[in-house]
């Protein structure tokens, strides 16, 4: 296990910024929030009532309202606040959780409702942006042929990039990766010099800076939406979660030297837009087009083609960045038990990446419905952006805990609160109107995984309610027993190491199933006994292990500490334990006579794992009852326990046992005599 020191140092260097961190910040972190100004200055426009309906007023308010959006959300809360809010390097609100959950368990609630809205609104991310940039094709001519003529043709390519990009997942995104980084720089460069020549025309537009210009639209007559134009600003600080959660892969320094950069270039784009917006305001050829985006228009025509690749490119790179942020979101929750286990696949040697197929085949269909639901980027951007506001509440509600428990001034601390509480509740409001108009599709998915989330967490409390079930026993009550079995020959030997995969409380209780599963179902007798229990630890990656043997050579309780972002091989991990105890004396060799492998001194391994099924004996509620149910159904779809463990190629066994809940009731059986009536029956029950 690493020393603090150790870690100390380690954190420092991740932290550190260099100029290769900073390209491949630039490639994985600002995918989402770097392909905004794609689309909201065309949302802004369209829900005011289209081009020809507002004044130059409404263009300087509205851009004003897009620059005070990022420079309070993005840049003070996010790159300000909840960067240094890590955990060991590790970003994102489940990260965040993982430092304050101790604080209260309540906390488990914004933090749940938080990791499913991101998810959720999450699946709108590759489908807008992707629809976006084939949109702008549309009509353009290439060489002789005009490529996307029709709104369907632009649904068939969006379908088929998409489709593309969910295929190469499984085989690891290490390669294209690398490309990413000098793609989004040349993007955000692109986009910023282009917004800069339209604002060499016409520096007045800076005038937007001042938050007067903002606060003015609000109330303005000219603004024919009133706060709910709020809905369209803020896409533009959509990505803003995604950037606390890349933090791990990246690094602080990475973020604080390239985020400038890129605040620049949107800001830029933004306000070029704005410029163009406000000199054709009053074209009436724009006035009859429903899908125009000035983001395209503002392009020469010489320079639109090669602006829809890089558009494109930066809409596959967004796509890519939340697809990755989706797997590692999922992968921390199903750590700290929030999520049922599924499948994880680690494709190549970097580090942090993985794959988990169910997400990956979850998001790609949910990403095609969206594009056949939908059929248009502006549609989508009607609904797009609604449960991310209740991301951002949540985060915001764990940041005020986690400045608490760092000591932080409370005044300070409800401030803040408040202050960025307000913010973001004024947004959701805002939002809200999005809901009639598709962000129930996102809000019902968000729901649905909350819903698994609790049944998940909820069903496990009720199994494990002491109250509910039967009482843990002692293994010190049965050291006796189990070292008679060990040397009773009598008992064909079962194995050499016979291990259970158990929660030992107070380090020598368990669940009476498993003394029950040695000594009575079956007798095993075995060489040694191992408990082993899987502690999933705050900090990424712990690799550690505590073994306790109560006095004996043959009964081990292993502890091992595994980090939330750690595989749990507990098949390889097992055998460097007993390889390291046998070294230090603790266990016996294992010598065996039949072996491929020469000198080889650890014995054979079998896995018991206990299934538990509901027992028809179980009196509780019926509300608690189904949540009981549901949660062993989630057991029965999830990843086994073998696999969830790495006891793939281990030589393992399952037993079922009955769960019996609540206190249970038995009719007596009595004996019928000669004398007694009983009223006769028309059929018998037999085999």
């Known amino acids: 296990m690493q020393t603090f020191k150790e870690q100390s140092e380690k954190a420092r260097l991740h932290n550190k910024m260099t100029l290769g961190g900073l390209l491949v910040t630039l ?18 426009i369209a829900g005011n009532g289209g081009m020809g309906h507002f004044n130059t007023d409404f263009v300087i308010g509205s851009v004003s309202l897009i620059f005070w959006t990022i420079t309070l959300l993005t840049t003070v809360k996010y790159v300000g606040i909840a960067l240094r809010a890590d955990n060991k390097g590790e970003g994102g609100i489940f990260a965040l959780y993982t430092l304050i959950r101790r604080r209260a368990l309540w906390l488990i609630v914004p933090a749940m409702v938080g990791g499913a809205a991101l998810l959720a609104d999450g699946m709108l991310t590759p489908a807008v942006t992707v629809t976006t940039a084939i949109e702008g094709l549309k009509g353009v001519q290439i060489g002789q042929h005009i490529p996307i003529t ?35 720089l ?13 604002i060499v025309q ?26 709910f134009i709020l809905g369209s600003v803020f896409l533009a600080t959509t990505g803003a979660e995604a950037l606390y959660s890349d933090l791990g892969h990246v690094g602080r320094g990475n973020i604080y030297g ?6 620049i270039c949107l ?7 704005a410029v163009w917006i406000i000199n054709n305001a009053h074209v009436t050829r724009y006035n009859h087009l429903n899908d125009f985006n000035p983001f395209f228009e503002i392009m020469p025509s010489w ?26 979101l999922v992968s921390e929750a199903i750590r ?23 997400v990956n085949l979850i998001l790609w269909v949910a990403c095609l419905a969206v594009v056949l639901f939908f059929q248009t980027s502006s549609h989508m951007e009607a609904a797009y952006g609604l449960a991310i506001t209740v991301t951002m509440l949540m985060t915001t509600l764990l940041l005020y805990q986690y400045l608490r428990s760092k000591k932080a001034n409370p005044i300070l601390a409800w401030l803040m609160v408040l202050f960025f509480g307000s913010i973001e509740t004024i947004f959701f409001i805002s939002s809200a109107a999005k809901f009639l108009h598709g962000g129930y599709v996102t809000a019902f998915i968000a729901f649905a995984l909350v819903a698994i989330m609790f049944i998940w967490q909820y069903g496990d409390y009720l199994k494990n309610n002491n109250s509910y079930r039967t009482e843990d026993v002692s293994l010190l009550a049965y050291k006796n027993q189990l070292k008679q079995l060990k040397e009773d020959t009598s008992y064909p030997l079962f194995t050499t190491n016979l291990v259970y995969m158990t929660r030992v409380k107070d380090k020598y209780r368990i669940k009476k199933e498993i003394l029950y599963s040695i000594l009575d179902k079956r007798p095993k007798r075995a060489e040694v006994y191992w408990f082993v229990t899987v502690n999933v630890t705050d900090e990424p990656y712990t690799a550690a292990y505590t073994t306790e043997m109560f006095g004996t050579d043959y009964m081990v309780n292993v502890q091992l500490y595994l980090g939330f972002r750690m595989e749990q091989r507990v098949n390889v991990f097992l055998r460097q334990v007993i390889t390291e105890m046998m070294k230090n004396g603790k266990l016996p060799r294992q010598p065996q006579q039949y072996t491929t492998i020469p000198d080889r001194a650890v014995g054979d391994f079998s896995f018991v794992m206990i299934h538990e099924d509901l027992s028809p004996e179980t009196q509780i509620n019926g509300w608690e009852k189904a949540i009981i149910q549901a949660r062993l159904f989630l057991q029965k779809i999830a990843l086994t326990p073998i696999k969830w463990f790495g006891l793939e190629y281990a030589d393992t066994m399952i037993e079922h046992v009955p769960l019996v809940l609540g206190k249970t009731y038995f009719h007596k059986l009595r004996e019928l005599h000669h004398l007694d009536k009983i009223p006769p029956s028309d059929t018998g029950e037999e085999e």
Request: charge should be positive; hydrophobic fraction near 50%; avoid cysteine.
């Open 267 to 273: 800001v830029l784009n933004y306000f070029g837009q």
């Open 150 to 184: 029709n709104q369907e043709t632009v649904i068939i390519w969006t379908m088929i990039i998409l489709s593309l990009l969910f295929f190469i997942q499984r085989f690891g995104t290490s390669l294209i990766g690398k490309a990413f980084g000098p793609i989004m």
């Open 202 to 227: 016409s520096p007045s537009i800076l005038k937007a800076l001042n938050p007067y210009y903002a606060f003015h639209l609000l109330v303005s007559p000219d603004n024919k939406v009133g706060i």
């Open 258 to 263: 390239s985020w400038p950069y890129v605040k």
């Open 27 to 44: 490639g994985v972190v600002y995918g989402d929030i770097g392909t905004s100004p794609l689309y909201v200055m065309k949302s802004i």
């Open 303 to 328: 320079l639109r083609l090669f602006g829809i690749i890089m558009a494109t490119l930066a809409a596959i790179i967004a796509s890519q960045a939340l697809i990755s942020g989706s797997f590692t």
């Open 186 to 198: 040349l993007w955000f460069t692109f986009i910023g010099v282009l917004g800069l020549s339209y």
């Open 336 to 358: 700290l038990k929030i999520l049922p286990r599924l499948h994880i696949v680690y494709p190549t040697n970097t580090k942090g990446q993985l794959y988990i197929p169910a």
